[in-house]
């Protein structure tokens, strides 16, 4: 596709309940990003893939959200037992090779969970 | 101390106003500096980069870093009403650290 696609776009999900966002990068991009931006906040960096391998996940609130990329293309981030302190904007980012100079990382539009 | 403190705003202008957008950080390590623009309910957009110290000029735009007072500055010249989104600095290559971001309204 031409831009990064997140889906679904909006989320309403019951306390408990578990979730799975979706991330289909641009087509050939090596790198993948997940964030969390609550609102009124800049994103916050969640995890990193370089192809299929999950190089950092040092951003990872707690063991409830686990993300996987098996193939090296499609992400999905998935929270469990969701909890009211989930809701935020989940932006997925990609670049052509790790995030530098000439390479710009590009955002989708978000999932937008909301836990209720 | 946080990485990155950004002013939240809102900033309110007039159209033709210059705008200043300023970031503070706190770790010397870091080398690039970039700023992106998100418009609301959507994605940040890369706006520009620098390297180093010193000034970088895009169109309306002009990016300022002082590296010796970790201080980094978003300047737009001949603001438009399509400049109104909210700002986010993000020091350092790899996009892992965004300031919380300042939101610009520009009047018509």
């Known amino acids: 596709g031409a831009g990064v696609s997140q889906s679904p776009r909006y989320k309403v999900a019951k306390r408990g309940q578990d979730v799975a966002l979706r991330c289909d990068p641009i087509?050939?991009?090596?790198?993948l990003f997940w964030y969390q931006q609550a609102l009124g906040q800049g994103p916050e960096f969640l995890t990193y893939?370089?192809?299929?391998?999950?190089?950092?996940k040092s951003g990872l609130p707690s063991d409830r959200f686990f993300a996987e990329r098996p193939e090296g293309s499609v992400s999905t981030l998935k929270i469990q037992r969701t909890q009211q302190e989930d809701s935020a904007v989940y932006l997925c980012?990609?670049?052509?090779?790790?995030?530098?100079?000439?390479?710009?990382?590009?955002f989708g539009e978000g999932s937008w969970l909301t836990v209720v | 101390q946080k990485e990155v403190e950004q002013d939240p705003g809102p900033l309110s202008v007039p159209e033709g106003a210059i705008v200043s957008l300023n970031c503070t950080y706190s770790?010397?390590?870091?080398?690039?500096f970039m700023w992106y623009r998100q418009y609301s309910r959507k994605g940040p957009e890369l706006l520009m980069y620098t390297y180093s110290s010193g000034n970088k000029e895009d169109g309306r735009f002009t990016a300022q870093v002082d590296k010796s007072s970790k201080y980094i500055s978003l300047f737009i010249r001949d603001s438009q009403p399509s400049d109104s989104a909210t700002y986010l600095c993000?020091?350092?290559?790899?996009?892992?650290?965004f300031g919380s971001g300042t939101r610009l309204q520009v009047q018509p």
């Open positions: 087509s050939g991009h090596v790198s």
């Open positions: 770790n010397s390590a870091f080398q690039y």
């Open positions: 893939f370089q192809n299929e391998a999950q190089l950092d």
């Open positions: 980012a990609s670049s052509l090779v790790s995030g530098s100079s000439g390479n710009t990382i590009y």
């Open positions: 993000a020091p350092g290559r790899r996009a892992l650290t």
